[in-house]
């Protein structure tokens, strides 16, 4: 295969939503500037953590599997009410009815305007209050980029997401990045539930934070949504019943045998590994770069992710 | 189709490389605030213009047309270079050979490495003095978007390109937003000719700008490229040479007859009327919205294009 011409030195370069498999124990001959692989390679058991598997869903496709993290500290209610609804089986037999490009894939019941045949969902709620923002919290953990956002007073990491805040309404939120799943909802803020949900597959919607719960982010197997065939109807919906890309089903990871659960683990974002990190990716040092940024957005500092190693 | 819970307000949320099909003849009841949808039925033939034939190229796939814009104010040797191969024919029966998740995919010679196999460039360069920045002049159109940018002193547009400046170095450059193309290179700056190219399919990859040419971007069909199924290889590469994505030919449109172009048309950049716009996407006032941002990045203002309606 001929790599001449291509972009060398980004073998790393996305991998926000990708599993990296890394070896720790690398020796420690790291120098200033770290590049992101020289930060991974470093990486100590310590930086990491597994996944929680009760805060874990599989979205089982023919395709495959896309694990998502859901994200109580910031959508409690919803991340609640989308975990029984995974509970009553609501999402298994629906369909992904949306892939718009450059934005989202969305998927729900394809009923859902006929009483007569739209799903119950059960002892799941079909509404909730709206998770916009939070109050900010000194127990918030919030790793802050040194950098000025467009968008917010401040942006940064709080436990596995990209996150925003602002000092002066005192709020914080999860910012719109590639991988966020969404609450969808109609023109009432309280409308959405957590029965419509939608994963950003283009460039950051960030003007879609703070009017929407974002309820968590898709951790592996992005390829599986971004690759759809985009929909042909308003807002990329598909508009033959027989283009629907069918939900095998949602699983909450406790509950699925653990042989069977995809065993990540995700780079906390709360360590001093983790602020090299970002400043690796602020100014790449890699050969290939001549002109590092000085600057990175909250959206494309990847949260690494990779499989926990088998005990030896 | 259920269109309950879902965005509403949005169908013009996506556009960058999108057809927008408009009826300018709306009577003018608008009122401001504008929405974007507003803008566009308001807009006037004046506020738009042909793509123009000799910097139009048409890459043509098995599943479609995608239609690019080459930039020649931006990257002038590269662009004619770029023509010079499509008048050689070299694209035609090469391939799409990378497509990475959240980040590029891109086309060149399988055989590159291979001395005996690989295509001739006939009489193009197979490589350039790069072109990764222009210097500032009066005579460069520049409308300024009144936000400031992380990667850059100033962000704006220039033709039907998203593009920044920096006063203080005295030079212009073309973003890496969703849809640009860029020029392949190696380690070597001046290894880039135009051979291979790249298009970005993913988050806005800022942190590439000023470190590789950008040779134009594409106006539409890019759901033909970024659907395509992700390479397993580093990189994205894919990995066995069945995987690869044929090209039938890319032509330059006005070597196609006339009967047989994509004829477009793309909002102008220089007029009250994409001011309008930009204002429109720094606060969406479309009525699902209860947060307008108050600021919008350079890669999410979209350039509209649509077809040319045929003289009545």
């Not at 994200?71 to 609501?90: D, G, M, Q």
């Not at 659960?261 to 890699?286: G, H, K, Q």
């Amino acid at each position: 295969m001929a790599l001449r011409h291509f972009f060398r030195g980004l073998v790393l370069a996305a991998l926000s939503v990708a599993a990296v498999v890394v070896h720790a124990d690398l020796p420690q001959q790291v120098k200033k500037p770290q590049t992101m692989a020289d930060v991974l390679a470093a990486s100590k058991p310590s930086d990491w953590h597994a996944l929680d598997p009760q805060n874990t869903l599989y979205l089982e496709l023919a395709s495959g599997r896309v694990v998502m993290e859901l994200a109580p500290a910031f959508a409690p209610r919803h991340a609640a009410n989308v975990k029984t609804l995974v509970h009553e089986k609501y999402f298994d037999g629906l369909a992904i009815l949306r892939s718009q490009d450059n934005y989202v894939v969305q998927w729900g019941d394809p009923n859902s305007d006929d009483a007569a045949k739209k799903r119950s969902v059960g002892n799941a709620q079909a509404s909730l209050k709206a998770e916009f923002t939070i109050p900010l919290s000194k127990e918030l953990p919030f790793t802050v980029l040194p950098d000025r956002d467009g968008y917010a007073a401040q942006t940064g990491f709080s436990g596995d997401f990209a996150a925003a805040r602002d000092p002066k309404t005192n709020t914080a939120w999860l910012t719109h990045c590639y991988g966020s799943i969404g609450v969808g909802r109609d023109l009432d803020v309280d409308s959405g539930g957590g029965t419509e949900l939608y994963v950003v597959i283009g460039a950051s919607p960030r003007w879609l934070d703070r009017n929407i719960t974002v309820v968590g982010r898709v951790v592996q197997g992005m390829e599986l949504l971004s690759t759809l065939p985009r929909g042909t109807g308003a807002l990329g919906f598909y508009e033959k019943p027989e283009q629907h890309v069918p939900i095998k089903s949602i699983r909450l990871a406790a509950d699925v045998p653990e042989s069977e659960r995809a065993n990540l683990e995700v780079m906390r974002t709360d360590t001093p590994t983790f602020a090299a990190l970002i400043e690796s990716r602020r100014n790449r040092r890699d050969e290939w770069y001549k002109v590092p940024a000085g600057y990175i957005d909250v959206c494309s500092v990847p949260i690494p992710v990779r499989p926990i190693a088998a005990p030896k």
